[in-house]
């Protein structure tokens, strides 16, 4: 059964850095692009970052950047989300997910596969 499962998630001060990790498990999603969306309670859940799964090719939220940066280690099963220069707008719940195309994420916010979330609080 495939399974992610999300990490690093925190309180944070604005103008502070995170990193969130979605280790996968179950089967390799080597061959699935990978996304982190966020929910803030009230609004609905959006993409944030997205990457392919040879990492040549990502996309970003207008609002997030120059700030986050998606990675990924196919090695490791497992895909990273480092968030500098926080803001209390980021503040949301982050999940990590897997589908089979990049542009699925992107046109349709679907996903195959989704972790559990991890929360992200940015307040001083």
């Known amino acids: 059964q495939k399974q992610l499962v999300e990490s690093g998630g925190g309180l944070v001060q604005p103008g502070g850095s995170l990193r969130l990790s979605c280790a996968a498990s179950?089967?390799?999603?080597?061959?699935?692009?990978m996304g982190w969306f966020r929910q803030a309670p009230g609004k609905e859940r959006d993409l944030v970052a997205a990457?392919?799964?040879?990492?040549?090719?990502?996309y970003y939220a207008d609002s997030v950047k120059g700030r986050f940066t998606i990675s990924r280690d196919n090695a490791k099963n497992t895909v990273y989300l480092q968030m500098n220069s926080l803001k209390p707008e980021d503040t949301a719940v982050y999940y990590c997910a897997a589908n089979t195309r990049l542009s699925v994420f992107i046109n349709q916010l679907k996903a195959d596969y989704w972790g559990q979330g991890t929360q992200v609080t940015v307040s001083s």
């Open positions: 179950g089967r390799t999603f080597r061959n699935y692009a």
């Open positions: 990457i392919t799964w040879s990492g040549g090719s990502t």
